[in-house]
Protein backbone atom coordinates (compact mmCIF):
# COMPACT_ATOMS: atom_id res chain seq x y z
CA UNK A 1 0.00 0.00 0.00
CA UNK A 2 1.28 3.40 -1.11
CA UNK A 3 0.72 5.88 1.01
CA UNK A 4 1.45 9.73 -0.18
CA UNK A 5 4.29 11.53 1.38
CA UNK A 6 3.29 13.97 3.94
CA UNK A 7 4.98 16.58 5.74
CA UNK A 8 4.30 17.25 9.09
CA UNK A 9 5.91 20.48 10.99
CA UNK A 10 5.72 20.33 14.60
CA UNK A 11 4.67 23.15 15.88
CA UNK A 12 7.19 22.54 19.10
CA UNK A 13 9.46 24.34 17.22
CA UNK A 14 7.36 27.28 16.29
CA UNK A 15 7.10 30.71 18.48
CA UNK A 16 4.80 30.10 20.90
CA UNK A 17 3.48 33.75 20.99
CA UNK A 18 1.35 33.17 17.94
CA UNK A 19 0.84 30.01 17.70
CA UNK A 20 -2.52 30.84 15.33
CA UNK A 21 -0.51 32.22 12.82
CA UNK A 22 2.45 29.97 13.08
CA UNK A 23 -0.06 27.08 11.76
CA UNK A 24 -1.88 28.79 9.36
CA UNK A 25 1.75 29.78 7.90
CA UNK A 26 3.04 26.35 8.02
CA UNK A 27 -0.38 25.00 6.40
CA UNK A 28 0.30 28.25 3.58
CA UNK A 29 3.57 27.16 2.87
CA UNK A 30 2.52 23.35 2.33
CA UNK A 31 2.20 21.60 5.28
CA UNK A 32 -0.07 17.97 5.16
CA UNK A 33 -0.54 17.60 8.60
CA UNK A 34 -0.29 19.47 11.87
CA UNK A 35 2.22 17.53 15.05
CA UNK A 36 1.37 18.55 18.24
CA UNK A 37 3.94 17.42 20.77
CA UNK A 38 1.97 17.03 24.15
CA UNK A 39 4.92 16.45 26.91
CA UNK A 40 3.73 16.20 30.55
CA UNK A 41 7.57 16.85 32.60
CA UNK A 42 7.09 13.08 34.10
CA UNK A 43 7.37 10.60 30.63
CA UNK A 44 9.71 12.86 28.79
CA UNK A 45 11.94 16.05 30.91
CA UNK A 46 10.00 18.90 29.45
CA UNK A 47 6.29 20.10 29.62
CA UNK A 48 4.78 22.01 26.40
CA UNK A 49 1.21 22.36 25.79
CA UNK A 50 -2.13 20.47 26.60
CA UNK A 51 -5.63 20.46 25.34
CA UNK A 52 -7.00 23.64 25.80
CA UNK A 53 -4.11 24.79 23.33
CA UNK A 54 -5.25 22.37 20.96
CA UNK A 55 -8.79 23.44 21.33
CA UNK A 56 -7.37 27.30 21.08
CA UNK A 57 -5.40 26.24 17.41
CA UNK A 58 -8.55 24.02 16.21
CA UNK A 59 -10.39 26.92 14.39
CA UNK A 60 -7.43 28.23 12.72
CA UNK A 61 -7.11 25.65 10.10
CA UNK A 62 -8.94 22.40 8.41
CA UNK A 63 -5.47 20.62 8.06
CA UNK A 64 -5.39 17.35 10.06
CA UNK A 65 -4.11 17.72 13.64
CA UNK A 66 -1.85 14.60 14.73
CA UNK A 67 -1.23 14.98 18.41
CA UNK A 68 2.07 13.16 19.64
CA UNK A 69 1.01 11.96 23.06
CA UNK A 70 4.06 11.89 25.29
CA UNK A 71 2.21 11.47 28.63
CA UNK A 72 1.93 9.26 31.41
CA UNK A 73 -0.38 7.71 31.89
CA UNK A 74 -2.51 8.96 28.57
CA UNK A 75 -5.54 7.08 29.39
CA UNK A 76 -7.40 9.72 31.48
CA UNK A 77 -7.01 12.34 28.94
CA UNK A 78 -7.76 10.83 25.37
CA UNK A 79 -11.20 12.18 25.32
CA UNK A 80 -10.06 16.12 26.40
CA UNK A 81 -7.45 15.54 23.25
CA UNK A 82 -10.10 14.28 20.89
CA UNK A 83 -12.71 16.61 22.20
CA UNK A 84 -9.97 19.49 21.36
CA UNK A 85 -10.38 18.61 18.13
CA UNK A 86 -6.68 16.39 17.11
CA UNK A 87 -8.01 13.95 14.20
CA UNK A 88 -5.55 11.32 14.87
CA UNK A 89 -3.89 10.35 18.96
CA UNK A 90 -0.55 8.72 18.91
CA UNK A 91 0.46 7.05 22.67
CA UNK A 92 4.02 5.44 23.39
CA UNK A 93 3.77 1.73 24.45
CA UNK A 94 6.29 2.39 27.10
CA UNK A 95 3.61 5.44 28.78
CA UNK A 96 1.41 2.50 30.27
CA UNK A 97 0.30 -0.87 31.33
CA UNK A 98 -2.32 -1.63 28.92
CA UNK A 99 -1.48 0.09 25.14
CA UNK A 100 -4.26 -2.32 23.69
CA UNK A 101 -7.07 -0.71 26.08
CA UNK A 102 -5.71 2.65 25.21
CA UNK A 103 -5.52 2.77 21.53
CA UNK A 104 -9.39 0.97 21.71
CA UNK A 105 -10.28 4.21 23.21
CA UNK A 106 -8.78 6.43 20.60
CA UNK A 107 -10.89 4.37 18.20
CA UNK A 108 -14.45 4.78 20.24
CA UNK A 109 -13.66 8.34 20.76
CA UNK A 110 -13.62 8.31 16.54
CA UNK A 111 -9.84 9.62 16.03
CA UNK A 112 -7.23 7.98 13.72
CA UNK A 113 -5.07 5.50 16.49
CA UNK A 114 -1.46 6.14 16.52
CA UNK A 115 1.14 4.25 18.17
CA UNK A 116 4.85 5.34 18.89
CA UNK A 117 8.08 3.20 20.57
CA UNK A 118 10.92 5.05 21.61
CA UNK A 119 14.40 4.41 20.25
CA UNK A 120 14.99 1.90 22.31
CA UNK A 121 12.11 -0.29 21.99
CA UNK A 122 12.21 -3.05 20.10
CA UNK A 123 8.95 -3.23 17.38
CA UNK A 124 7.90 -6.42 18.83
CA UNK A 125 6.20 -4.10 21.19
CA UNK A 126 3.39 -3.54 18.61
CA UNK A 127 3.58 -6.89 16.99
CA UNK A 128 0.09 -7.70 18.49
CA UNK A 129 -1.55 -4.52 17.99
CA UNK A 130 -0.68 -4.03 14.47
CA UNK A 131 -4.34 -4.27 13.05
CA UNK A 132 -5.43 -1.81 15.81
CA UNK A 133 -3.64 1.25 15.04
CA UNK A 134 -3.79 3.50 11.53
CA UNK A 135 -0.64 5.03 12.11
CA UNK A 136 2.56 4.14 13.59
CA UNK A 137 5.62 6.45 14.19
CA UNK A 138 9.23 5.71 15.08
CA UNK A 139 10.70 7.69 17.10
CA UNK A 140 14.08 8.96 15.66
CA UNK A 141 15.21 10.86 18.34
CA UNK A 142 14.78 10.58 22.51
CA UNK A 143 11.50 12.37 23.08
CA UNK A 144 11.49 15.33 24.91
CA UNK A 145 13.12 18.47 22.44
CA UNK A 146 13.10 19.60 18.99
CA UNK A 147 16.58 19.91 17.35
CA UNK A 148 18.39 16.68 18.15
CA UNK A 149 20.32 14.78 16.18
CA UNK A 150 18.54 11.43 13.69
CA UNK A 151 19.72 7.80 15.23
CA UNK A 152 20.65 6.32 11.77
CA UNK A 153 20.14 3.14 13.65
CA UNK A 154 16.25 3.90 13.41
CA UNK A 155 16.60 3.60 9.77
CA UNK A 156 16.66 -0.59 9.97
CA UNK A 157 13.34 -0.24 12.37
CA UNK A 158 11.94 1.72 10.26
CA UNK A 159 12.59 -0.87 7.55
CA UNK A 160 11.50 -3.84 9.33
CA UNK A 161 8.08 -1.91 10.13
CA UNK A 162 6.79 -1.01 6.62
CA UNK A 163 7.84 -5.13 6.01
CA UNK A 164 5.54 -6.06 9.43
CA UNK A 165 2.98 -3.25 7.87
CA UNK A 166 2.37 -5.34 4.60
CA UNK A 167 -0.67 -4.81 2.62
CA UNK A 168 -2.12 -2.55 5.73
CA UNK A 169 -3.20 0.63 4.81
CA UNK A 170 -0.73 2.18 7.87
CA UNK A 171 0.82 5.52 8.14
CA UNK A 172 4.35 4.55 8.56
CA UNK A 173 5.62 8.20 10.41
CA UNK A 174 9.27 9.48 11.34
CA UNK A 175 10.39 11.82 14.50
CA UNK A 176 13.10 14.11 15.30
CA UNK A 177 16.09 14.78 13.35
CA UNK A 178 14.52 14.99 10.45
CA UNK A 179 16.33 17.68 7.80
CA UNK A 180 16.33 17.97 4.21
CA UNK A 181 19.94 15.57 4.68
CA UNK A 182 18.30 12.76 6.32
CA UNK A 183 14.79 12.55 4.67
CA UNK A 184 15.82 10.81 1.75
CA UNK A 185 17.24 7.78 3.48
CA UNK A 186 13.93 7.79 6.01
CA UNK A 187 12.25 7.85 2.89
CA UNK A 188 13.65 5.01 1.11
CA UNK A 189 13.80 3.04 4.42
CA UNK A 190 9.70 3.19 3.44
CA UNK A 191 8.64 5.90 6.08
CA UNK A 192 5.71 8.48 4.31
CA UNK A 193 4.76 10.60 7.00
CA UNK A 194 8.02 12.90 8.25
CA UNK A 195 7.84 15.23 11.34
CA UNK A 196 9.63 18.13 11.08
CA UNK A 197 9.99 21.29 14.03
CA UNK A 198 13.11 23.01 13.48
CA UNK A 199 14.01 22.24 9.81
CA UNK A 200 10.08 23.68 8.87
CA UNK A 201 10.34 26.50 11.56
CA UNK A 202 13.52 27.87 10.58
CA UNK A 203 13.63 31.62 9.42
CA UNK A 204 9.99 33.45 9.16
CA UNK A 205 6.68 33.62 7.83
CA UNK A 206 5.21 31.57 5.03
CA UNK A 207 7.78 32.32 2.16
CA UNK A 208 10.69 30.76 4.19
CA UNK A 209 8.38 28.27 5.41
CA UNK A 210 7.54 27.18 2.17
CA UNK A 211 11.35 26.42 0.94
CA UNK A 212 11.81 25.12 4.14
CA UNK A 213 9.06 22.40 3.20
CA UNK A 214 9.77 21.90 -0.43
CA UNK A 215 13.45 21.15 0.56
CA UNK A 216 12.37 18.53 2.21
CA UNK A 217 9.62 17.13 0.22
CA UNK A 218 12.09 17.12 -2.85
CA UNK A 219 14.31 14.50 -1.43
CA UNK A 220 11.92 12.35 0.18
CA UNK A 221 9.87 12.20 -3.59
CA UNK A 222 13.01 10.97 -5.13
CA UNK A 223 14.32 8.66 -2.26
CA UNK A 224 10.57 6.76 -2.93
CA UNK A 225 11.10 6.90 -6.98
CA UNK A 226 14.57 5.50 -7.11
CA UNK A 227 13.42 2.87 -4.44
CA UNK A 228 10.34 2.20 -6.24
CA UNK A 229 12.13 1.66 -9.56
CA UNK A 230 14.67 -0.50 -7.73
CA UNK A 231 11.68 -2.66 -6.46
CA UNK A 232 10.49 -2.98 -10.05
CA UNK A 233 13.80 -4.52 -11.17
CA UNK A 234 14.02 -6.96 -8.81
C1 LIG B 1 10.49 15.21 20.06
C2 LIG B 1 9.22 15.57 19.32
C3 LIG B 1 9.46 15.96 17.91
C4 LIG B 1 10.28 17.20 17.75
C5 LIG B 1 10.92 17.18 16.40
O1 LIG B 1 10.16 14.87 21.35
O2 LIG B 1 8.35 14.48 19.32
O3 LIG B 1 8.25 16.06 17.19
O4 LIG B 1 9.55 18.36 17.91
O5 LIG B 1 11.78 18.26 16.32
P1 LIG B 1 12.97 18.29 15.26
O6 LIG B 1 12.36 18.15 13.91
O7 LIG B 1 13.59 19.62 15.51
O8 LIG B 1 13.88 17.14 15.60
ZN1 LIG C 1 6.50 14.39 17.94
Not at 108 to 121: E, Q, R
Not at 160 to 180: F, Q, S, W, Y
Not at 209 to 225: D, K
Request: glycine share 8%.
Amino acid sequence: MTLPIRIAPSILAADFSKLGQEVRDAVEAGADWVHLDVMDGHFVPNISFGPDVIKSLRPHTTAFFDCHLMISPADPYLEAFAKAGCDSITVHVEAGPHLHRSLQTIRSLGKKVGVTLNPATPLSAIENVLDDVDLILIMSVNPGFGGQKFIPAMLEKIRAAKAMIGARPIELEVDGGITAETIGAAAAAGANVFVAGSAVYKGEGIAAYRNNIAALRAPAEIARLKTAAKDGRK
